[in-house]
């Protein structure tokens, strides 16, 4: 059930009606009932995994409880362990399994067949959130929840069951267990959020995808074209799944619940840290909280510390842990986004830059104060925002292409051929090429409208709180004018599901 389909408006329209008309203390299990019914909607084949992932995690967190209450960290920290292992097991059985194989096979010259696995739909994600909310009970950051459908509910609420945001127990839990009148405002707030995700997704990401997969599926018969493939699969990427946050965040908010922001303007950003902070704001704060502060923390980073303060100094002992804590995030990112080397590159590439922006931050500071540069000017701040977003968009070739193989292709052909006149050549739409000109105008003004906007938000402008001043008929054109545009311009390609769903 697609997030941009009618089917799915119907959908939220039914929970919605029927949300607001049982009594309030029965509220949260009609959420339940529905999330189930969404999930299964998806294919009924897919529902053990959420069933499992939410059963192992529930348990574990409650015998986690028990034990520390007994005083039992060690045995506590056993059951942890083995909760995290069967979690994580689970996707890494389904999701990596074949991977290895097919690398136990290259590396071994074996010939091991691999097995037809099922990806369920958005396990990455809800993996993730039940693994939080275990070492969260363990390190006591919040109360293991003792009733089994309330946990259920946690884990497979269903706007963002498919791609996040990743939620935390300790700040989305009570939202879902708490009663909630019914508030208009909630309503046409949630309308005009999901409003403009389909503008994003329909209009950006759609039309933009017609031309990265012609571009990246066939690279030498558009070998002209693989910069313009590479920052039309930005558009797709950013406008695909920031457009389904958008869809997500504003259905959870007609039933009073707020989640959290998944993304804050990436493309503003002045470095590549500065982009993780921006972008799938919460798959980065999990990786923060629940791999880097660990790990950084370990016995084992200490003693690496101060081998590298003995052979390297004390300034760039302090700083190594750090990279190396840096590396291994996204090496887990890497890993996170699929089961191919391209990924692990993908991750790496981030990691390295990171990390080794790290090490030469002195260095940084000094040439900076050389050049007599504050970095408060204007001129700077466009430097650094044009610098991250090449690199970011060297990491996207990684991220798209086929293999690291096809990646490094592209990437030459980025810097060696530049033959814009061959975009006219990809069919747009149902009227194939004779369409092409007219799509690329669409992507054209979609983006500036998107600019524009971002610009306002990044000055703190809040653009909805803007218009509603105005009054609601200046609110309701507005927003009338952007489902007009979705109806006549949104894309005649071929239907697209969400990129992040598969994860």
């Not at 993730?128 to 275990?134: E, L, P, R």
């Not at 958008?246 to 989640?259: C, K, T, W, Y």
Request: hydrophobic share 50%.
């Amino acid at each position: 059930m697609s997030l941009v389909s009618n089917l799915f408006l119907m959908f939220v329209a039914a929970c919605v009606l029927v949300y607001y008309v049982v009594p309030s203390k029965l509220q949260w299990l009609v959420l339940l009932c529905f999330s189930y019914i969404y999930y299964i909607a998806g294919g009924i084949r897919y529902i053990g995994f959420l069933i499992f992932s939410t059963l192992i995690t529930y348990l574990v967190a409650i015998g986690i409880e028990k034990l520390e209450e007994k005083g039992n960290h060690k045995r506590a920290r056993k059951l942890l362990v083995v909760g995290l292992i069967l979690n994580f097991g689970m996707l890494g059985f389904v999701k990596y399994t074949n991977f290895a194989v097919e690398n136990l096979n290259a590396l071994f010259h074996l010939n091991l067949k691999g097995m037809e696995l099922l990806l369920p739909l958005g396990i990455s994600f809800y993996t993730f959130q039940s693994s939080g909310y275990m070492l969260d009970v363990y390190w006591k950051r919040c109360k293991a929840e003792k009733q089994p459908l309330k946990y259920a509910l946690f884990v497979s609420f269903f706007p963002q069951i498919l791609q996040g945001p990743i939620g935390r127990y300790s700040r989305l839990a009570e939202q879902l267990y708490a009663p909630h009148k019914f508030d208009g405002k909630n309503i046409t707030g949630g309308l005009e959020r999901i409003i403009w995700g389909f503008f994003k997704k329909m209009i950006l990401a759609d039309w933009a995808a017609v031309f990265v997969d012609a571009i990246f599926g066939n690279p030498d018969q558009y070998s002209g074209l693989a910069l313009f493939g590479v920052l039309f699969y930005t558009i797709e990427l950013y406008a695909d799944f920031s457009g389904g946050m958008d869809v997500v965040i504003g259905v959870a908010s007609m039933f009073g619940i707020e989640l959290d922001e998944n993304f804050k303007r990436p493309f503003f950003a002045v470095s590549i840290t500065d982009f993780w902070h921006r972008w799938h704001i919460t798959l980065g704060t999990w990786m923060k909280d629940y791999v880097f502060y660990p790990v950084t923390l370990s016995g084992w980073m200490s003693r690496f510390g101060k081998w590298g303060k003995k052979v390297f100094g004390r300034k760039t002992g302090r700083t190594l842990p750090i990279c190396l804590a840096n590396l291994i995030v996204f090496f887990v990112v890497g890993v996170w986004h699929g089961a191919a080397w391209k990924y692990i590159v993908y991750g790496m590439y981030n990691g390295i830059i990171i990390a080794f922006s790290g090490l030469m931050a002195d260095h940084y500071r000094n040439w900076k104060k050389k050049l007599n540069i504050t970095g408060k000017e204007n001129w700077y701040r466009v430097f650094m925002i044009i610098r991250t977003f090449i690199l970011v968009n060297i990491s996207w070739f990684f991220d798209r292409a086929d293999t690291v193989g096809q990646a490094f292709h592209m990437m030459k052909l980025a810097v060696t051929k530049f033959a814009p006149a061959e975009l006219l050549l990809i069919p747009a739409g149902k009227e194939g090429t004779a369409f092409t000109p007219y799509a690329l105008m669409i992507l054209a003004v979609g983006c500036v409208i998107l600019f524009i906007v971002s610009v306002l938000q990044e000055r703190g402008i809040k653009i909805r709180e803007s218009l509603s001043r105005h009054g609601l008929f200046v609110t309701a054109a507005v927003y009338f004018c952007l489902l007009v545009l979705i109806g006549l311009f949104g894309s005649t390609a071929v239907a697209r599901g969400f990129i992040y769903a598969q994860f």
